[in-house]
């Protein structure tokens, strides 16, 4: 069937696969991040595989938790220039932490946590890509730019995603190689646990750089301050672990003081073009 012409130059919206896809998706992370980010200490019991270390349990419970907020916003985007943010990144995490997953698959508990764990990974990706290819066939265009990032915005973006995905892929490809750029002690798998995020946070970064407009990158900003915020929260908690005095304990911080200075100015950019153009929006006759 030919996309009638109209259909074809109407706004692209969010299909409603593609909303119920990162709905349930944030409600997984949510999942995870409670039992990770709640019961740091407990991972035995509440978790899919042990995490001895408490604050490597917090860590990633705040990722997931910062994801929650990623995907929930995200699907509750009507166009989706201003969704698709989230997408690449949930894909590229869920399909390297499914190769975790099966890389260490000995470690994990038999347990039904363990085994949903392992389910939720090996059946995402490929739902994931169905529901995206049924995303893009959807006629229609991208909203136009209309409230450009700042170029110097921009830049640090793209050093932040760059610096992220090599960090991330070091930890996924070398976890015991690479584990010496990072401020506390990591197991294999914790290490790679860790790259799968450094990987999809990076892809986020570039892809807001690559997006330019403070109304297609709220729910990243949201998402960056949530995950700064979080792994502040995780270091006073466990503090001991840390080699706060060395180069890899100031990097970690500088990092974090990073996102959350990113994140506070692109959420703020995308405040004063919502309300910009929400006006533009009432002013026009009809």
Do not use: K
């Amino acid at each position: 069937m030919t996309a009638h012409p109209r259909d074809a130059n109407r706004i692209r919206p969010v299909i409603p696969a593609m909303r119920w896809l990162l709905f349930v998706a944030g409600l997984l992370v949510l999942g995870a991040g409670n039992s990770l980010f709640l019961f740091s200490t407990q991972t035995d019991d509440y978790f899919a595989w042990t995490i001895a270390n408490p604050l490597i349990a917090a860590f990633l419970g705040a990722a997931f938790w910062s994801s929650c907020a990623l995907e929930l916003l995200s699907a509750r985007e009507q166009v989706w220039s201003r969704a698709r943010l989230a997408v690449p990144a949930v894909l590229i995490f869920t399909i390297l932490t499914a190769i975790a997953t099966m890389i260490h698959r000995d470690i994990f508990h038999d347990t039904w946590i363990a085994w949903a764990w392992i389910a939720i990974y090996l059946i995402v990706p490929p739902v994931f890509m169905v529901v995206i290819g049924m995303q893009l066939r959807t006629p229609g265009i991208d909203e136009p730019r209309q409230f450009p990032l700042p170029n110097w915005l921009r830049a640090i973006s793209v050093v932040q995603g760059v610096t992220l995905l090599g960090a991330g892929g070091a930890l996924m490809v070398a976890p015991l190689d690479a584990m010496r750029i990072w401020p506390w002690p990591l197991t294999e798998l914790t290490g790679r646990a860790i790259g799968a995020w450094l990987v999809g946070l990076g892809a986020i970064a570039i892809q807001a750089a690559w997006e330019n407009d403070f109304l297609r990158v709220r729910a990243a900003a949201v998402s960056a301050l949530l995950l700064a915020a979080l792994e502040t929260v995780a270091l006073v908690r466990y503090p001991d672990t840390v080699a706060f005095g060395s180069v890899q304990g100031f990097v970690y911080l500088a990092a974090l003081a990073n996102v959350a200075l990113v994140g506070a100015v692109t959420l703020a950019g995308n405040l004063r073009a919502t309300r910009t153009h929400a006006a533009a929006a009432a002013s026009v006759p009809g």
